[in-house]
C-alpha cells in the first residue's frame, strides 16, 4: 500500500524550529520529486517548497525562503523540512506529496501521493 506519513508538526512560539519528515511506505523515493505544501484555515493549498529527485534542485516560495530547507534521505525513504525562525503565519496543515520524475514542482498538479497532514502551529 503507497503511503505518505508526515510528523513533526506541533506547537510552537514564534521564533522557533520544527523539523518535519515524510516517511514514504510502499514504493521508493528514489525517482520521485518531493514537495511540502501548506493549508491555512479559509486559504487554498500552497506549495512551500520541492526537492528534486536527485537533490540537485529545490524550490521555495518567497515566503519561507532563508528560513526553511528541505533535504531527503532516499535510503530512508523520507524527506525533510527543517522550519527556522517560524512565524504566526506559518501556522497550517503541512502535507508532504511525490511526483514522478526529477523535475521540482510548485503546484500540486504534477504529485502522484500526498500524505494527510500534520498541523503546524506558531503562536505569537
Known amino acids: 500500500q503507497v503511503q505518505l506519513v508526515e510528523s513533526g508538526g506541533g506547537l510552537v512560539q514564534a521564533g522557533g524550529s520544527l523539523r518535519l519528515s515524510c516517511v514514504a511506505s510502499g514504493f521508493t523515493l528514489d525517482y520521485y520529486a518531493m514537495g511540502w505544501f501548506r493549508q491555512a484555515p479559509g486559504k487554498e493549498r500552497e506549495g512551500v517548497s520541492s526537492?528534486?529527485?536527485?537533490?540537485?534542485?529545490?524550490y521555495y516560495a518567497d515566503s519561507v525562503k532563508g528560513r526553511f530547507t528541505i533535504s531527503r534521505d532516499n535510503a530512508k525513504n523520507t524527506v525533510y523540512l527543517q522550519m527556522n525562525n517560524l512565524k504566526p503565519e506559518d501556522t497550517a496543515v503541512y502535507y508532504c506529496?511525490?511526483?514522478w520524475g526529477d523535475g521540482i514542482y510548485e503546484t500540486s498538479a504534477p504529485y502522484d501521493y500526498w500524505g494527510q497532514g500534520t498541523q503546524v502551529t506558531v503562536s505569537s
Open positions: 506529496a511525490a511526483g
Open positions: 526537492i528534486s529527485s536527485s537533490s540537485g534542485r529545490t
